[in-house]
């Protein structure tokens, strides 16, 4: 037995299955929101219980996943197969957040990066923890110390969401 997919639409009714119990679409290349897909590329969009949020779960040359401000890209091999199931089973039960950090710059938000955190490290863990690879970045961590900022975490389920302030120095 091989470790590749040949082909992520190979996955698409397994990945149906594990989205049964919620309401989903698929979508193929339109002129519209679903452009960048290639012909026979999917799309499968899946909306919360309130329909405030949507997570996306593209199915072209690799899989993609989104939600909130986060996406990630999985390869087609049975161990990154099998991490993208995990982060959406996840996702679905509010055990993983999408946790985006912003910095305020000329009074917007400027996103500086995302990544998936397990519920019980948003409570644990400290930004700097949350977001080394951005604070290793000097002028990012001077930034975030001169104008402040925010991290947000985006649960499935949106009275779980939380907003932590930075402030600036």
Known sequence: MTN???NTLDK????????????????????????YLEEG????????????????????????????AFHEHFG???M?????????????ANKVASASIYCHYEEQLEWMGSCTIATDEVEHKSVEQIFSYVYRIREFRERLEKYGGEVRYEF???AHDKIMKIENW
């Not at 698409?12 to 452009?35: A, T, V």
């Not at 799309?43 to 939600?67: A, H, P, R, W």
């Open 4 to 6: 590749e997919i040949e």
């Open 156 to 158: 499935w389920d949106s």
């Open 80 to 92: 990154d197969y099998q991490q993208l199931t995990d982060e959406i089973k996840g996702i679905l």
């Open 41 to 68: 590329d999917i799309c499968i969009t899946v909306q919360n219980m309130d329909g405030s949020k949507v997570m996306y779960l593209d199915l072209e040359e690799e899989f993609t996943l989104s939600f909130g």
């Open 76 to 78: 087609c091999f049975l």
């Open 12 to 35: 698409r009714e397994e990945l149906c299955e594990l989205l049964s119990g919620y309401s989903y679409e698929i979508h193929q290349k339109d002129n519209g929101e679903y452009h």
